[in-house]
């Protein structure tokens, strides 16, 4: 598979996490877990080659290229 096409699936989880602003809470809502989401969205970040969250505080947010991936 081709890692530079984006799969549905972490798009709806990034969506999610955007929404709750936590991998927790967006696990959850989900029905996944929280470390199958993280990785998700990390392998999406990888294959993107950006960092579309910060997850420098105690919420997470979606940093510019973030926002402008979802636009």
């Not at 699936?9 to 955007?18: F, H, Q």
């Not at 993280?38 to 926002?67: C, F, H, M, P, Y």
């Amino acid at each position: 598979m081709d890692r530079n096409i984006m799969c549905p699936r972490s798009l709806r989880y990034l969506l999610a996490v955007a929404e709750y602003h936590s991998f927790t809470r967006a696990a959850e809502a989900l029905y996944v877990s929280q470390p199958t989401l993280s990785q998700q969205i990390k392998q999406l970040e990888e294959s993107l080659d950006v960092q579309l969250l910060d997850r420098s505080g105690r919420s997470v947010s979606l940093t510019d290229a973030g926002k402008v991936y979802l636009v």
